[in-house]
């Protein structure tokens, strides 16, 4: 519980088993309910999250071998406390920081906040060609959203329960992160900010195929905006 309010964290995991325990550590003591959900994993990251005493999900769908999104939603609607907070489960995101994030999250009366890595720090570990895609997708958003987003990519996300189906989240691969932040962005009910935060360096390695996941995500986020004209031409029939 904190200010009142109860507070889940859920992380998305495939074979984070090795560091759970440390990334899970650093969850602030206030925390009412952490949910580990597994997609895939062929290490023992289901047999660690239950030592750890976690709730722990399994949801195996993909999308061409991808189930972030899915993992995700899984998460989000298992959630039972007021507020939801969703994090990579390899460290990066800074969890223990969580006090100052629901500050602002609570204070604002926000409905959806994405913590933001940008702008970085001079000594970011973040792969340049990452940055130039972030850099290339928040274009795209401004100019076909026309919305300043500092970060379409980020994974940390805090989420006021109430408004969780507001967020119509359908994207079950890496799509999620930008749909989410779009969904959140242009719905007038929910009340939207980015908070800024410095992440860490990844435990273990990433499997993620940057080209081929940012190439779908300026696709998808091209196809998304001009979504209605499917519909508009498919209702004339
Ligand atoms: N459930 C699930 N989690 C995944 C999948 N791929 C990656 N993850 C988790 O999602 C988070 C983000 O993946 P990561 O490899 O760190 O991608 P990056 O942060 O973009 O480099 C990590 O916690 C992974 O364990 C997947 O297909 N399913
Ligand atoms: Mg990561």
Known sequence: MYRNKTITVC?????????????????PEFVDEVIVISNRSTDNTFEEASKLGVKVLEDNRT???????????????????????????DGTYPVEQLADILDNFIDNELNFMSCNRYPLPSDSHI??????????????????YGKNI?????????????????????MGDWNL?????????????????????VQHKRHGESHQNYWKTGLSHVLWIFMNRFAFLKYKIGSKY
């Open 127 to 144: 792969p340049l060609k990452l940055r130039l895609g972030v850099w290339v997708l928040n274009m795209e958003v401004k100019i076909l």
């Open 63 to 89: 999308i061409k071998g991808i189930g972030y999104g899915f993992a995700h939603i899984t998460g989000i609607n298992a959630a039972s406390s007021d507020i939801i907070v969703s994090a990579d489960g």
């Open 177 to 197: 992160s930008p749909e989410i932040k779009l969904n959140a962005a242009t719905n007038p009910k929910i009340k939207f900010a980015e908070n800024h935060i």
């Open 11 to 27: 992380f998305p995991c495939r074979n984070e088993g090795n560091h759970l325990e440390t990334v899970l550590s650093k969850v």
């Open 150 to 170: 500092q970060d379409i990519l980020s994974g940390m996300w805090v989420i006021d329960n109430r408004l969780k189906s507001e967020l119509n989240l359908t």
